[in-house]
């Protein structure tokens, strides 16, 4: 199992980027996914999941109205679109899938 996170990067207060995670090893149909941040000094915290069948999706209270989780699972990818980018958004962001597989992580810094 292997997940990829890709799309991170230094964004101005307001701007939006794209997060993708791509999936190898395994079967993405199959599969909640979902992503995580870390902010320095701060606990791993679980922004948003779903998965490809009616289970239904989650997010984080304050990314509710910024944040869109995605899949195609024809390119085996999971993507995570944030538009209004605070300075709190300010993290590590990872792609996981449950139990215990984790990707690498996506630097996402929201600055001036």
Partial sequence: VQLQASGGGLVQ??????????????TLDDYVIGW??????????????ESSSTIGTY?????KERFTISRDNAR?????????LK?????????????NSWGQGTQVTVSS
């Fill in 13 to 26: 207060p307001g701007g939006s980027l794209r997060l993708s995670c791509l999936a190898s090893g395994f």
């Fill in 36 to 49: 995580f941040r870390q902010a320095p000094g701060k606990q791993r915290e679980e922004v948003s999941c």
């Fill in 59 to 63: 997010y984080l209270d304050s990314g």
């Fill in 76 to 84: 085996r990818t999971v993507y995570l679109q944030i538009t209004g």
């Fill in 87 to 99: 300075p709190e958004d300010t993290a590590v962001y990872y792609c996981h899938r449950p139990p």
